[in-house]
């Protein structure tokens, strides 16, 4: 089976400063993994995935995120918050064949303060 | 359309009643999800579809919620006997195949009085 876990419900940033959210795994299979973000009534969209080719995956809105096998972990980072990216982010991760449901972490909501 | 519509964007009941929940996927996408959001809870998967069947129905929370989806597009899902516990966001994802993203709708609000 697989899971996720974030570590921390809430994080606060300043504008400017780095952003790190955090996202362990756990698969019994080589793993695909994403980072999803939903802004305020609305659904979620997606960040950027990582499906086993490059370990360090570029996503939109200068979010990047590095898949550690020896760590487990697929965080998520962004060298300098703007106020925009006031948002929940969700980790979530599958199976690496076919078609299978996608398991959600319980989300990070992100706040920067000016 | 342009991506996953779902209706009503809210949905207000009273307790005991029925509702249908409504997911028009994108076009061409083979695969449909129903999560819900319940505060604090993050997204709990409740049921996918491939084409017409369902190969994982196993996080449907009780045998009052159902889902279909007719033609390989539409999906209802409906919930009977509605209780508190109900209340969430119920939100509907498509995706291409597997190794594509899910694109989600916005959701349905459903608050049970």
């Known amino acids: 089976a697989q899971s996720v876990t974030q570590l921390g419900s809430h994080v606060s940033v300043s504008e400017g400063a780095l952003v790190l959210l955090r996202c362990n795994y756990s698969?019994?299979?080589?793993?695909?993994l994403f980072w999803y973000v939903q802004y305020p009534n609305q659904g979620l969209q997606l960040l950027l995935k990582?499906?086993?080719?490059?370990?360090l995956v570029k996503g939109i809105n200068g979010f990047e995120a590095e898949f550690k096998k020896s760590e487990t972990s697929f965080h998520l980072t962004k060298p300098s918050a703007h106020m925009s990216d006031a948002a929940e982010y969700f980790c979530a991760v599958k199976r690496n064949t076919g078609f299978q449901k996608l398991v959600f972490g319980t989300g990070t909501r992100l706040l920067v303060s000016p | 359309g342009a991506g996953v519509s779902q209706s009503p964007s809210n949905k207000v009941t009273e307790k005991g009643k029925d509702v249908e929940l409504r997911c028009d996927p994108i076009s061409g996408h083979t695969a449909l999800y129903w999560y819900r959001q319940s505060l604090g809870q993050g997204l709990e998967f409740l049921i996918y579809?491939?084409?017409?069947?369902?190969?994982?129905k196993s996080g449907l929370p009780s045998d009052r919620f159902s889902a279909e989806r007719t033609g390989g597009s539409v999906s209802t899902l409906t919930i009977q006997r509605t209780q508190q516990e109900d209340s969430a966001v119920y939100l509907c994802?498509?995706?291409?195949?597997?190794?594509?993203?899910?694109?989600f709708g916005n959701g349905t609000r459903l608050t049970v009085t």
């Open positions: 579809f491939q084409g017409n069947s369902a190969p994982d």
């Open positions: 698969s019994s299979v080589p793993p695909y």
């Open positions: 994802a498509s995706s291409l195949e597997s190794e594509a993203p899910l694109h």
């Open positions: 990582y499906t086993s080719a490059a370990t």
